[in-house]
Structure formats: C-alpha cells, structure tokens
C-alpha cells in the first residue's frame, strides 16, 4: 500500500521532532535534548486537497520545521492560483 501525502509529511513531522530531541517517542536516553508534550493539528491547503498536520510539541527545544513554514496555510502553488483567478 503506498502512503498517502499527508502520512508521508506527519511521518517527516516525526522524524524531525525524533532528531531535534535526539530520542524517539518514550524513549529514555542521556543524550536527550527535550521532551514530547503531544501535538497539535494544523491544515494546509494543496493542489490535492486539504491535508491535516500533525504538529509535534517540544519542551526545551523549538521546533520550527523546514517542511511548512511558520503560520503558512495554502501551499504557493494554491495561492498563485488565487491570485490569478482574480486578475
């Protein structure tokens, strides 16, 4: 079965958060940098459709993604199409 879009980008959303805390979720380890506090949902418009993100919280370290960008709702490609639509 191949993944769809929005697993693939909450399964990114994960990995980063794993590499950002240097631990995996309930994992215990010295090197570990912050801790998990659940997440939140986010939606992002695309050129297929809605798709929700799974936004990861952190304590003790930021999490700023390089998947979306901060407070970003439509992808660039939906709002060019906007923008087109009344011009």
């Known amino acids: 079965m191949v993944p769809s879009g929005e697993e693939t980008l909450n ?4 990995k980063e958060a794993e590499s950002l ?3 995996v979720r309930y994992e215990r380890s010295e090197a570990r940098q912050g801790y998990r506090s659940g997440h939140y949902d986010r939606c992002l418009t695309t050129t297929s459709g809605t798709v929700t993100l799974h936004m990861p ?4 370290v ?6 979306i960008e901060r ?4 992808e660039s490609s939906v709002e060019e199409a906007l923008i087109e639509m009344y011009l």
Request: avoid cysteine; glycine fraction near 4%.
């Open 11 to 14: 399964e990114m959303l994960e």
């Open 21 to 23: 805390t240097q631990a």
């Open 57 to 60: 919280r952190l304590k003790g």
């Open 62 to 67: 930021s999490f700023e993604t390089a998947i």
């Open 71 to 74: 407070y970003r709702r439509r």
